[in-house]
């Protein structure tokens, strides 16, 4: 459920945040939480390897934060 996003986000949350960790269904879960509270993804994904599993960034921003 997507809400309408506020001036600031929710629960002391961060207006940027770059969220990482291992391309799982725990990452993809934390970003699928975020957008659902209001978040909205900011620029592409980013990915790595580090020998043994790819690890991938996303930034995400409150839309009250972001001047367009």
Same mark, same amino acid.
């Given at each position: 459920m997507t809400t309408t996003p506020d001036a600031k986000p929710p629960n002391d949350g961060l207006p940027y945040r770059l969220i990482t960790g291992k391309?799982?269904?725990h990452f *993809? @879960? @934390?970003i699928?939480?975020?957008l659902a509270q209001g978040y909205k993804l900011y620029g592409s994904?980013? *990915?790595t390897f580090n020998g043994?599993?790819?690890i991938v960034a996303q930034a995400i921003v409150?839309?009250?934060a972001?001047?367009?």
């Open positions: 391309d799982d269904a *993809c @879960r @934390r699928s939480e975020a994904p980013s *990915c043994t599993n790819v409150w839309p009250a972001v001047k367009e």
